[in-house]
């Protein structure tokens, strides 16, 4: 083995020996990772622990009767906490606004901390009929990677030193080679750490929204009040019915006109043809009454002749 691919070996058994250990202090907001010999200068009463690295999502199912004002509420609030939209979906069918057509699906990024605020605020007036909220703990992850890192910073260090004291050419290759291999293994893991640190601090709220002529009742309500609202919503779903009816009708005009003066036509036609056929029909029948009548006379005179 050469004397560079030597010196790496070592540098890189070095920086594993003082690996970080993962300990907080107080009850701060940023987690501090501790090397052995610093958590060990701590008060031996005192108990280390972790802070929690947690990702936060919540899914809504919601309907309003007030759809455009209620879309404007939840980007106030979402800019007014310090979030953003980090998608947003609408439909609504083409040259129509009527009420239970309209949908629309937001995934918004909130603060962390002001998540309960945005919960309580945002959806002021609508009816939630789904939600579920999952919290998924990724301490340990988050901490195997900053380790990960820390031990990298060590040997790239030590690589430093020795890239400058090195004096062949095939160390000063093999430490260069191993340093582009740690900054490349660096970059990666500073980019997972910034992922993390994004999901624990934003948490994500995503909302379905839609719209409705009267809120489904709650499933605690009575008889006669689901009894109200379904009949309420049978009768606008017919009045929808029969509006987009003669919508279509009216729009469908200068398409369904043509056809319909050809299908007359065809119509007039064929009657025609039928009544002809009627009309000619006897006439056939007249000449054979003719031919039969004469058929008959000549049978007649055969027979009066042969008696004479």
Do not use: C, W
């Not at 918004?108 to 945002?122: S, V």
């Amino acid at each position: 083995m050469d004397s560079g691919g030597a010196l790496i070996q070592e540098t890189a058994a070095a920086a594993s020996q003082p690996r970080a250990v993962a300990a907080s202090e107080g009850t701060g907001s940023e987690q501090k990772l501790l090397a052995p010999e610093e958590a060990a200068s701590g008060d031996a009463g005192d108990e280390l622990s972790l802070e929690r690295k947690l990702i936060k999502n919540v899914s809504l199912d919601a309907e309003t009767t007030e759809f455009n004002q209620l879309l404007e509420l939840v980007n106030r609030r979402v800019e007014e906490l310090g979030g953003y939209i980090e998608q947003m979906d609408s439909h609504a069918p083409s040259g129509s606004d009527s009420a239970g057509e309209r949908s629309a699906y937001i995934d918004a990024r909130i603060p962390a901390d002001r998540l309960e605020e945005f919960m309580d605020t945002a959806l002021e007036g609508a009816h939630i009929t789904y939600r579920s909220e999952t919290v998924t703990d990724v301490t340990l992850q988050y901490t195997d990677l900053e380790s990960r890192q820390k031990v990298l910073r060590i040997e790239q260090d030590r690589l430093m030193e020795l890239l400058a004291e090195a004096e062949s050419s095939e160390a000063l290759i093999a430490l260069e080679q191993r340093l582009s291999e740690i900054r490349y293994e660096l970059e990666s893991l500073e980019s997972q750490l910034r992922v993390y640190d994004n999901q624990v601090s934003y948490s994500t709220v995503s909302i379905s929204l839609r719209e409705v002529s009267t809120l489904s009742p709650d499933a605690g309500s009575g008889f006669l009040d689901q009894l109200q609202t379904g009949f309420q919503k049978n009768v606008r779903t017919m009045l929808n019915f029969l509006r987009n009816a003669v919508l279509f009708l009216l729009t469908g005009l200068p398409m369904l006109l043509p056809v319909a003066i050809m299908v007359i036509l065809v119509y007039s036609i064929h009657k025609r043809r039928i009544l002809g056929r009627r009309r000619s029909g006897p006439e056939p029948n007249k000449d054979m009454e003719k031919a039969d009548r004469r058929h008959a006379d000549d049978e007649a005179g055969k027979t009066e002749f042969h008696r004479s």
